[in-house]
């Protein structure tokens, strides 16, 4: 705003008025572009300071507030209830085909040209395919360009009214956007859902976890509660969004004359309107949009539940009127759901492989998501307690695309007089392991119990093996995970140090296992028991202990049994290791068990040279023989501190990319050093991929 505009009127209240009009105006194009273009020109404290600026007008003069003003989007008082609202002209819903194959789209185009009478050889219908938005319907209602009124959908003719909660949608223009010398229409009511993207839902959530409130079982009922909030402060700090997708009562207005062009005609007056939306010929063209959002539905950032149909035309439209409540010229197809209620049965505890105890939910199998579901994660104690899942209760669950089925709720009006106590992982589990009865721990400020049991638990076992037989710890060649399932599974080996016992006959005798490859497990085995200290304790897969640790062990005391021995000060002393480190390793040597498999790995011939193991072991080199190229810049490393990095850990760095290039670490900018490298399809890693090479840490072995 230039000072001229400000000045060009003398009379103070007339200033004012400018001002204010002035401010509104700017205040209404920047919301526009932050909130629905996503591209602000101007930043927050810069769009702050005009929204103050305009506060402090109308402090000054209230006889200025308008309805349409931006300072009130987020007043309003407390509400006693919602005021009914008499919907001009009625809000229907539609007719539901769930067939997840084509056909849903097929009988829909069938359907609509018998009732037009069409011949078989008309041409194709024009439809607008759209998505079905998982909210909840609104009606905006625009007098003269200005956002006077938002109403539910409630039973269809009467709804409630939640203006106050719905101009907190920054999204949602207060007055339309008009071009130059277009005048508003007198009544133009739009019709759209409200709800809630998945992002600012998770961040909701975690908010509302943080304040130790309660959490929302999805977007959708989040909602629909924040839209019927009656505190509007409260509503106001729920991120709420909208798509229009319709009109309702129209006066003064010259409607397109096809659902495209009307929605095409809000969206320039600045109402969000979902791009994901194709005019489409005949069924074939619906059954291509339906299936290409089902292949998008989980990466968008909102839930959907189906598509719908609308036939184009408004004239076809009217034609085809209504049957009951429902439009003949539109149809919801919907996707399988991705929530259903079922029954929780029982809760199970599973051990992980590092001994992690999660929680599974045993329900009575539902289809949900595409498949049948009995099982459900819990993730952990704080979860299932937070949600307050108990046996016997009606739950809702979740399945969405290739992620594990979760229960995200309990409803609560089913629950029985009769359900079980609130969830108790320690008392259920009498605080030890379900599988090998090792006592159970929780670490402070850890969500998860585990299983103390260690080499112990046979749920740990076979991680443990294929950890000791790593190649950065004792180093069993050929012993792979597809072995080492059958060597557990079968009770051929226990324990560690069951692995030394292993004879040609014995593994000769598992799947897929020729004499030839048994003889050379056996020569990997022996090989391996001559090892050093550090690989040998690391091997041991003691939470919290990486390689470095162990080296660091080895060299602070020299000996197995003194860090056996040492008390969680003598631990402490050693360089880099803290007190979480110090009680893992103490909790894993208080474990008599796990003395003994020590012991009997020794006995086993399993043997270092302590003083020179300890102190001269330099470290594997996790890039020995590989050759790298480096391309574009790092995030954090610059190129020589790559290079060094890369060389101290065995590896080569060359300067141009070839099939010889074992990986291609490419920053920002990289160039053609990166195209040549998808070209011949080596393996491309970022600064992170690089540091996770490098540090290697955790017994994975390499690509
Ligand atoms: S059109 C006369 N279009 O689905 C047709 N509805 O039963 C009126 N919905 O709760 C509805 N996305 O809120 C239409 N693109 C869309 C929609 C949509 C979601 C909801 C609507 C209502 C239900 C229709």
Avoid at 43 to 48: F, L, Q, S, T, V
Avoid at 339 to 350: G, H, K, P
Wanted: one cysteine or more; a negative charge; aromatic letters at 6%.
């Amino acid at each position: 705003m230039s000072q001229a505009d400000l000045n060009e009127s003398t009379d103070p209240a007339q200033r004012a008025a400018q001002q204010a009009a002035q401010l509104r105006a700017e205040l209404h194009l920047h919301a526009h572009r932050y909130y629905v273009l996503d591209a602000p020109s101007i930043p927050d404290a810069e769009y702050d300071r005009l929204f103050q600026a305009l506060q402090a007008i109308e402090a000054a003069h209230p006889d200025l507030l308008t309805a349409d003003s931006p300072t009130q989007r987020v007043l309003g008082r407390v509400l006693d209830g919602f005021t009914p609202v008499r919907h001009a002209v009625p809000m229907l819903s539609i007719r539901t085909e769930t067939d997840t194959e084509a056909s849903g789209a097929t009988s829909f185009d069938a359907r609509v040209r018998r009732e037009l009478e069409l011949t078989d050889d008309a041409p194709a219908l024009e439809y607008n395919a759209e998505l079905k938005f998982d909210g909840l319907a609104m009606n905006l209602r625009y007098e003269r360009g200005v956002l006077v009124q938002a109403a539910t959908r409630g039973d269809g003719e009467t709804g409630e009214d939640v203006t106050q909660n719905i101009r907190t949608i920054g999204q949602i223009p207060l007055r339309l956007h008009l071009a130059p010398g277009e005048t508003a229409p007198e009544v133009l009511e739009v019709r759209g859902e409200v709800y809630m993207r998945r992002d600012d839902f998770e961040a909701m959530n975690e908010r509302q976890r943080q304040a130790g409130d309660k959490t929302f079982v999805n977007p959708r009922n989040a909602a629909a509660g924040a839209v019927r909030q009656l505190d509007p402060s409260i509503a106001a700090r729920r991120p709420l969004s909208f798509y229009a997708y319709g009109v309702g009562e129209i006066q003064g207005w010259q409607q397109p004359d096809t659902h495209s062009g009307t929605l095409d005609a809000l969206q320039a007056m600045g109402l969000p309107v979902c791009a994901d939306r194709v005019v489409a010929h005949g069924s074939d063209g619906l059954v291509t949009f339906h299936q290409a959002m089902g292949v998008r539905r989980d990466s968008l950032p909102f839930d959907i539940d189906g598509v719908v149909y609308k036939v184009n035309s408004l004239d076809l439209q009217r034609r085809l009127g209504f049957v009951s409540r429902e439009p003949r010229w539109a149809v919801a197809h919907k996707y399988p759901a991705q929530e259903q209620m079922t029954l929780l049965q029982d809760i199970d505890i599973q051990v992980g492989r590092t001994g992690k105890l999660t929680p599974v939910a045993k329900l009575q199998p539902v289809f949900v998501g595409g498949t049948t579901v009995s099982n459900a994660t819990l993730h952990n104690e704080d979860e299932a307690r937070r949600k307050d899942v108990r046996v016997g209760d009606t739950v809702i669950v979740r399945r969405a695309g290739d992620v594990i089925p979760e229960v995200v709720g309990v409803v609560l009006e089913h629950r029985p007089a009769d359900v079980g106590g609130p969830f108790d992982l320690y008392k259920q589990l009498k605080g030890v392991c379900p599988v090998c009865g090792s006592a159970i721990a929780r670490e402070e400020g850890e969500a998860d119990w585990r299983c103390t049991g260690g080499l112990f638990c046979p749920a740990q076992r076979k991680q443990a093996i294929l950890h000791f037989a790593g190649r950065r710890a004792v180093d069993i060649e050929g012993l792979g995970d597809k072995l080492v399932d059958q060597l557990v599974d079968s009770g051929t080996v226990l324990s560690l140090p069951g692995l030394y016992k292993l004879g040609i006959a014995k593994l000769a005798s598992m799947e897929r296992m020729a004499e030839k490859s048994a003889q050379n497990i056996v020569d990997a085995l022996e090989k391996s028991k001559h090892t050093t200290l550090p690989r040998f304790l690391f091997g041991l897969g003691i939470r919290q202990i990486g390689e470095t640790t162990a080296k660091d062990l080895a060299r602070h005391f020299g000996s197995l049994d003194r860090i056996m021995d040492a008390s969680v000060e003598q631990l402490l002393e050693v360089r880099d290791v803290g007190p979480i480190v110090a009680q893992s390793i103490r909790t894993f040597f208080d474990q008599a068990h796990n003395r003994e498999v020590v012991e009997q790995l020794r006995a086993a011939g399993v043997h270092w040279d302590e003083s020179e193991g300890a102190a001269a072991e330099q470290g594997p080199k996790p890039l020995a023989g590989k050759t790298l190229v480096l391309t574009g810049s790092l995030p954090m490393l610059s190129r020589d501190q790559a290079k060094e990095l890369i060389e101290a850990a065995g590896g080569k760095v060359s300067g141009s990319v070839s099939k010889k290039t074992h990986y291609v670490v490419a920053g920002e900018e990289a160039g053609s050093k990166l195209d040549k490298a998808r070209e011949l399809g080596l393996t491309v890693l970022d600064e992170a991929g690089l540091m996770a090479l490098l540090a290697a840490d955790e017994g994975h072995s390499l690509p």
